[in-house]
C-alpha cells in the first residue's frame, strides 16, 4: 500500500492553502472547491494505481528466478559495450520446464526490461538476433532468467523497485536469446532512434570525445557519455540540471519552426500545429522522460494559447502539465527530478515576480538574480531530500551558467546542421559551446577550492520541511504587505541603493533558509547495521560524532558507491571520527577502501587497524590509502580505550602477545558502553578466540545486552559456552542472502533461539537500526519500515 498518509498530505496543505488564498482575495468562493474534489480524485485514483500494481508484482513474483520465455513487442533499443538493452511492452511470459517446453498459461507482464550481454557473440553462434536485425516496433522472443527490481535496502540507496515503476516496467530478464516473431517495425519511433544515433556519430565525429558526450547529453538528453568526472562536478557544484532536456531546450526548438513558419506568412494554427509535433518528436527524440513531458506539455499548451488569442499563463499549464502526469503515474510526482522540475517552473511564475515587485525594479539584472534565489528557495528541500548536499555557491554559479547555456545548445545544433553538409564548418561551429563548456569546468573548479562550497546536511525529516514551508509562507506575506502598491499613483523606479539593499536581504533570507536543514546532534546513540550482503558494515553516531565498524562486502562489488558512500551522505556525515578495520578480509575493508580512495565527500579523521594485521597486504593498503588522504593511522591492540562524547569504545582483544592462527582470529573485538547499553563486536573471530575472551573478561562480557554475532552467523562462532555467559538479549547478523557458505549456520541459530534472543538479519530486514538512550534499547527494521 502506498504512503497515503504521509505523502499526500503535501497536496492536502496545497488545496488547503488555496482555499485560504481564494477567501482572502475575496473571489469567487465557489472555485475553492475544485482543489478539494482533485485531491480527493486523485486519492481514488492513486488507491486504484496501487492496487493495479498489487497485482502486477504478485505476477512478477511467480517469475522471479525461473528460466521463462517472453513475447513482446520492443519499444526502446540500444547497445553498449557489446550489451544489448531493450524494453518490450505488451508481453506474454511462459516459465520453462526442463526440456525446455512451456509449462502452464501465459502470464501478462506489461513491462520487460531485457539485457543481453556478448549480443555479437551470441550472433554469430545463431543463439540470437543481433543488433542490426532489431528494430523498434518487432515482436519477438526471448528466453532467459526473471528476476525482480531491487528495493533500497539501506538509507540513501538507489531504489530500483519505485524508479522503473514509473517507467511502467515490471520486471527484468536476463536474455540468453532473442529471436524475431515479427519484423514490421514501427516506423515513427525506429526512425526517431535511427536519427538519435546520426545525431550522435555526428557529434563524435566532429567534436572531441569528453565534448561530444557533454553536447549529446545537453541537446538530446542522452548522458552515457558524459565523462564520471564532468558530471560528478557538475553535480556537486549545482548546475547538473543543465545536462538534462528542459523547457529551455523546447522553446529553441519550437520557437525555431513557429517563428519561421509566421514569417512565411502561415497562420497561428498552422504553425502552432507543426512547431507542437515538432517538440512532441523531439521530446520522443530525447527519451520522453518525466521533465521533458512536461516541457512538451507546456509548450504545445503555449501554442495552443497562440492561436486562441488568449494570454498564456505559466503556472496553469504547469498545474496541468502535473495534472497529467500524474494520472499517469502518481508516482511520478515523488521522483526527485520531476519536483525539481516543477519547482523550478512554480518559483518562477509565482515566486520570482512576488519577489521583483518587492525589490520594485524589474530590469534584467535584477529580474535574473531575483529568479536564481526564488529558484533555490522554492527547490532547496528538495535537492537535500533526494542528494543529500547543498552546492553553497550554486546560486552564483547558475546566475552566470544558466543564460551560457542556450548558446551551447544552439552551437549543438549547428553541428547537426551545418555539420551533415561541411564537416568542416561543423566542428567550427562547435566552438562556442566548447569555450563555454570549458568555461563551465574552470568555473567549477574554482568553486571547490572554496570553503563549504559542497555542504552535506543529510535528509531532512518531515518537521523540518513542515517548518521550512511555513516559514516560505510567512515570508511570501511580509512579502505582499511591505510591497508599495498604489493604483492611483504612478510608481518610481527606486535608487540604485535602495535596490542594492533589498538584494541583499534576498540573500541574506537564502542564507537563512539554509540554517533549517543543518544537522542537528543526535540525541543518544543511534548504531545502524548496514546491510551489505555478505559481509559486515556498522555505523555508530553519538552527538556530532560518527563511529565506523568495518564496511565491506564479498557479494557486492561496488559496496562503497553505491551504498556506504550514500547511506553516510543521506545520514549528514560527512566526516567519520573513528573508522575501526576489525581484519583485512575484503568482506570488512572494501567499503573503506573507497572511502580512502575515491570518495570525496566522505573523509576518515582516524583509521584503527589490527594490530596482528601489519604483515597483511591488505591492511598495508589501507595504511597508504590513508597516508595519502591525510587520515590518521593507528594499529589497535587489546587494552585500548576511547571517549567519543557519551560512548567509550574498549579493544578487549587480541593482545599484543597472542599469536592469532589465522585472519579471523587477528579480528578486533569491541566494546562498546553507552549508559545501559552495551554492545559486542566480534568480527570475525571463531571459538578458539571466544574462549580466550571468556577467561580474560568474564565480568565485562556478562554485562552485554547486544551482540553482533561473530563471522556471520558461521557455526564456528557463537559457541554455547560463550553465549551463556554473554547471554544477550538481542543479537544481530549480517550476511547476504542465499549466500554460498550457509550463513547464518542452523546451529547457531538453534542456540540463539534457545536462549530466548532476539534475533535480527539484515539478509531480511535490511539495515537494521538500533537507538538508545542509555537506558531503553529500540530496533527497526528499514526494510520493515517501508
Known amino acids: 500500500m502506498l504512503a497515503l498518509t504521509s505523502w499526500l498530505l503535501i497536496p492536502a496543505f496545497f488545496a488547503a492553502g488555496m482555499i485560504l488564498y481564494g477567501y482572502w482575495r475575496g473571489k469567487d468562493t465557489r472555485w475553492v472547491f475544485v482543489p478539494l474534489i482533485f485531491f480527493y480524485l486523485g486519492m481514488a485514483w492513486t488507491c486504484k494505481y496501487d492496487r493495479d500494481w498489487t497485482r502486477r508484482e504478485e505476477c512478477a513474483k511467480s517469475l522471479s528466478k525461473a528460466f521463462v520465455e517472453a513475447e513482446g513487442k520492443i519499444t526502446t533499443l540500444e547497445e553498449k559495450d557489446g550489451t544489448l538493452k531493450i524494453i518490450c511492452k505488451d508481453n506474454q511470459v511462459w516459465k520453462l520446464g526442463d526440456k525446455g517446453e512451456r509449462s502452464g498459461e501465459g502470464l501478462s507482464v506489461n513491462g520487460l526490461m531485457v539485457t543481453v550481454k556478448d549480443i555479437s557473440e551470441r550472433e554469430k553462434r545463431g543463439n540470437s538476433a543481433g543488433l542490426q536485425t532489431l528494430l523498434v516496433g518487432q515482436k519477438v522472443l526471448i528466453r532467459g532468467e526473471g528476476e525482480l527490481f531491487s528495493r533500497a535496502r539501506n538509507p540513501g540507496e538507489f531504489d530500483s523497485k519505485s524508479f522503473y515503476q514509473v517507467m511502467d516496467l515490471d520486471m527484468k530478464l536476463y536474455g540468453e536469446g532473442i529471436f524475431i516473431l515479427d519484423s514490421r517495425k514501427d516506423p515513427v519511433l525506429e526512425g526517431i532512434r535511427q536519427v538519435k544515433l546520426w545525431i550522435i556519430g555526428i557529434f563524435y565525429r566532429l567534436t572531441g570525445e569528453k565534448e561530444a558526450g557533454i553536447f549529446v547529453a545537453a541537446v538530446i538528453g542522452d548522458k552515457e557519455g558524459i565523462p564520471k568526472e564532468i558530471n560528478d562536478l557538475y553535480q556537486k557544484n549545482g548546475i547538473a540540471h543543465l545536462l538534462a532536456i528542459s523547457g529551455m531546450h523546447m522553446s529553441v526548438i519550437g520557437l525555431f519552426f513557429y517563428r519561421i513558419l509566421r514569417k512565411t506568412g502561415l497562420s497561428y494554427g498552422f504553425a502552432g500545429g507543426v512547431s507542437s509535433v515538432a517538440v512532441i518528436l523531439y521530446g520522443i527524440l530525447t527519451g520522453g522522460s518525466p521533465s521533458v513531458l512536461r516541457a512538451v506539455i507546456m509548450m504545445v499548451i503555449a501554442f495552443l494559447a497562440s492561436y486562441l488569442g488568449r494570454t498564456y499563463d505559466l503556472l496553469c499549464s504547469a498545474a496541468l502539465a502535473l495534472l497529467l502526469l500524474g494520472l499517469q503515474s502518481p508516482l511520478i510526482l515523488m521522483q526527485g527530478g520531476v519536483q525539481l522540475s516543477f519547482g523550478a517552473v512554480f518559483a518562477i511564475g509565482g515566486i520570482m515576480p512576488m519577489m521583483v515587485k518587492w525589490v520594485g525594479d524589474d530590469r534584467p539584472l535584477v529580474k535574473g538574480i531575483a529568479t536564481s534565489i526564488a529558484i533555490q528557495l522554492a527547490t532547496l528541500p528538495v535537492i537535500l531530500y533526494h542528494f543529500y548536499q547543498l552546492p553553497l555557491y550554486g546560486i552564483l554559479l547558475n546566475f552566470i551558467a544558466i543564460p551560457l547555456m542556450d548558446a551551447v545548445v544552439y552551437s549543438g545544433l549547428a553541428v547537426i546542421f551545418i555539420g551533415s553538409i561541411c564537416p568542416i564548418l561543423g566542428t567550427a561551429a562547435a566552438g562556442l559551446g566548447n569555450y563555454i563548456l570549458i568555461f563551465y569546468e574552470f568555473a567549477c573548479r574554482c568553486m571547490e577550492k572554496l570553503p563549504y562550497y559542497n555542504l552535506t546536511f543529510g535528509r531532512p525529516d518531515s518537521k523540518r520541511i513542515l517548518a521550512y514551508l511555513f516559514f516560505l509562507s510567512a515570508l511570501f506575506i511580509l512579502f505582499s504587505i511591505t510591497t508599495n502598491t498604489n493604483p492611483g499613483k504612478k510608481e518610481e523606479k527606486p535608487g540604485f541603493h535602495s535596490t542594492s539593499i533589498r538584494l541583499l536581504l534576498l540573500f541574506f533570507i537564502y542564507g537563512s533558509s539554509i540554517l533549517f536543514f543543518k544537522p542537528a546532534p543526535v540525541n543518544g546513540l543511534e548504531a545502524t547495521f548496514l546491510d551489505v550482503g555478505q559481509g559486515d558494515g556498522i555505523l555508530l553516531r553519538t552527538g556530532t560524532s560518527s563511529v565506523l565498524i568495518d564496511g565491506g562486502s ?121 549508559g545501559d547499553c552495551h554492545m559486542l563486536f566480534t568480527g570475525d573471530m571463531g571459538e578458539k578466540g571466544e574462549m580466550q575472551l571468556l577467561e580474560r573478561y568474564r565480568s565485562q562480557l556478562s554485562q552485554i545486552n547486544v551482540l553482533k554475532t561473530a563471522h556471520h552467523g558461521s557455526k564456528y562462532s557463537s559457541c554455547g559456552a560463550f553465549l551463556d555467559v554473554v547471554s544477550p538479549s538481542w543479537a544481530v547478523i549480517s550476511y547476504g542472502e542465499n549466500n554460498t557458505y550457509g550463513h547464518p549456520h542452523q546451529e547457531v541459530m538453534d542456540r540463539l533461539e534457545e536462549r530466548r534472543v532476539r534475533v535480527f538479519e539484515t539478509a531480511k530486514s535490511g539495515a537494521i537500526r538500533l537507538w538508545t538512550d542509555g537506558q531503553d534499547i529500540h530496533f527497526s527494521g528499514f526494510v520493515d519500515e517501508e
Open 554 to 674: 564479498s557479494s557486492k562489488k561496488a559496496l562503497g558507491q553505491y551504498t556506504l558512500e550514500p547511506c553516510l551522505k543521506n545520514l549528514g556525515v560527512p566526516a567519520i571520527d573513528y573508522a575501526f578495520v576489525s581484519h583485512g578480509d575484503l568482506d570488512h575493508i572494501s567499503g573503506v577502501r573507497f572511502l580512502l580512495e575515491e570518495s570525496k565527500d566522505v573523509s576518515i579523521k582516524t583509521i584503527l587497524l589490527p594490530y596482528h594485521g601489519k604483515e597483511d597486504e591488505a591492511i598495508q593498503n589501507l595504511e597508504s590509502l590513508a597516508n595519502r588522504r591525510g587520515t590518521k593511522v593507528r594499529y589497535l591492540a587489546a587494552g585500548e580505550t576511547f571517549q567519543v562524547e557519551g560512548l567509550e569504545i574498549s579493544c578487549l582483544y587480541p593482545e599484543i602477545k597472542d599469536t592469532p592462527d589465522n585472519v579471523n582470529e587477528q579480528s578486533e573485538v569491541l566494546k562498546m558502553d553507552f
